[in-house]
């Protein structure tokens, strides 16, 4: 009984959509905790993909790994990345020349790379939070 008290105490990042990631887990922060974890794993292997279909100039390709990521974000409360995936696939779409995506990819990348550090951290906290409610 004590520990569900407990449970209910974590809040989750200022950077993240708090209000949709508590509607979302519904205070279940082993789920959160899961959840946040696996993402940043797809996130990182998905990323590579990416990298490798940009590299061979494969703008298909990369607007294919682009939309099957989008929806990883929203799963960690990261939904405002979700419309520069959405922008950066419609690009993708639209053209078969790599070099004029090389601007939005290089955005995708950078933004990327910050929202892993963020989930990564979070899913430290959630770990870290639940180990202390057991």
Excluded at 21 to 33: I, M, S, V
Aim: proline content about 1%; hydrophobic content about 40%; some cysteine.
């Amino acid at each position: 009984m004590h520990n569900e008290v407990d449970k209910k105490q974590f809040s989750f990042s200022q950077h993240l959509d708090t209000t949709f990631l508590k509607e979302l887990y519904d205070n279940d922060f082993d789920q959160a905790a899961l959840v946040f974890a696996t993402s940043a794993e797809q996130i990182r292997a998905e990323l590579n993909i990416a990298q490798e279909k940009f590299s061979v100039s494969d703008t298909a390709g990369l607007r294919k790994v682009i939309h099957k990521m989008k929806p990883l974000f929203g799963y960690v409360g990261l939904n405002k990345i979700i419309s520069d995936f959405a922008a950066f696939e419609d690009i993708c779409a639209g053209t078969a020349d790599i070099s004029e995506t090389k601007k939005g990819f290089t955005h995708i990348v950078a933004i990327t790379e910050q929202a892993l550090q963020t989930i990564d951290s979070e899913a430290k906290r959630l770990k870290q939070f639940n180990t202390q409610c057991l």
